[in-house]
């Protein structure tokens, strides 16, 4: 099979797990929409106050639970199943590529539900054009999470409390993702460019699955 055809493989194969278990819309998104509401209702209803903080909210609880959704699908990731890999002969950069896109694009699909749903309860004042820069945005936000949790999954591998050693490693790296994301539409707002954002978004990607690829191999033979 071609380097292509494994990364897809890999992709096929998480997408039809998570189809099938449907953690993230059965449990994750209906949570994270419950959150929303709390949000909403914690700020006592105030109409001005609501719409000047939706966005924030918004970005706020999804990189809090897309890093989770991306760790969980490393979490499932058991020995037997690396040692199967293994002798499938499956390039390690294809399988954390393909991980990255399974999960990227769970993590995406999840956003844009949420924030749909965010749009419904605080009704925020957004600019005009703001939808193609927005979904750029968020594309990019859910690869670079993707990534950064399948590579912090890779790192933790084999440890006793992989989870939380992964969820520290992602939260500071998350920093550039969630500040060019966030700052997106504060850009529009203020009628200033954008490029600068979604450069960061792009190089923090960019770094991320170059890292990943890179470090894909080691971090297999290191967690046998």
């Not at 709390?38 to 609880?61: K, M, N």
């Not at 490393?74 to 999960?103: K, Y």
């Given at each position: 099979m071609s380097f292509t055809g494994q990364i897809r493989e890999v992709a096929r194969v998480d997408l039809v797990v998570e189809r099938r278990t449907g953690d993230t819309f059965r449990i994750v998104l209906p949570f994270a929409i419950v959150t929303?509401?709390?949000?909403?209702?914690?700020?006592?209803?105030?109409?001005?106050?609501?719409?000047?903080?939706?966005?924030?909210?918004?970005?706020?609880?999804s990189v809090l639970f897309g890093m989770q959704l991306a760790l969980?699908?490393?979490?499932?990731?058991?020995?037997?199943?690396?040692?199967?890999?293994?002798?499938?002969?499956?390039?390690?950069?294809?399988?954390?590529?393909?991980?990255?896109?399974?999960?990227?694009?769970?993590?995406?699909v999840f956003m844009a539900v949420l924030f749909a749903t965010m749009v419904v309860l605080f009704d925020p004042s957004l600019p005009g054009g703001w939808f193609w820069p927005l979904l750029a945005a968020i594309s990019l936000a859910a690869i670079g999470l993707a990534a950064l949790s399948t590579l912090a999954g890779g790192v933790a591998a084999g440890t006793r409390n992989r989870s939380s050693l992964a969820s520290l490693i992602v939260a500071p790296l998350a920093i550039p993702i969630v500040v060019g994301a966030s700052q997106v539409l504060e850009a529009m707002e203020r009628n200033s460019g954008i490029l600068l954002w979604i450069l960061l978004l792009i190089t923090s990607d960019l770094a991320l699955l170059v890292a990943g690829v890179g470090l894909s191999r080691p971090l297999e033979e290191a967690s046998r």
């Open positions: 929303l509401i709390i949000f909403s209702l914690s700020l006592g209803g105030e109409v001005a106050i609501l719409r000047t903080v939706g966005p924030a909210v918004f970005w706020a609880i969980r699908a490393s979490a499932l990731d058991s020995p037997t199943r690396r040692d199967l890999m293994l002798l499938l002969n499956l390039d390690p950069a294809a399988r954390f590529l393909g991980r990255t896109l399974a999960s990227s694009t769970i993590v995406l």
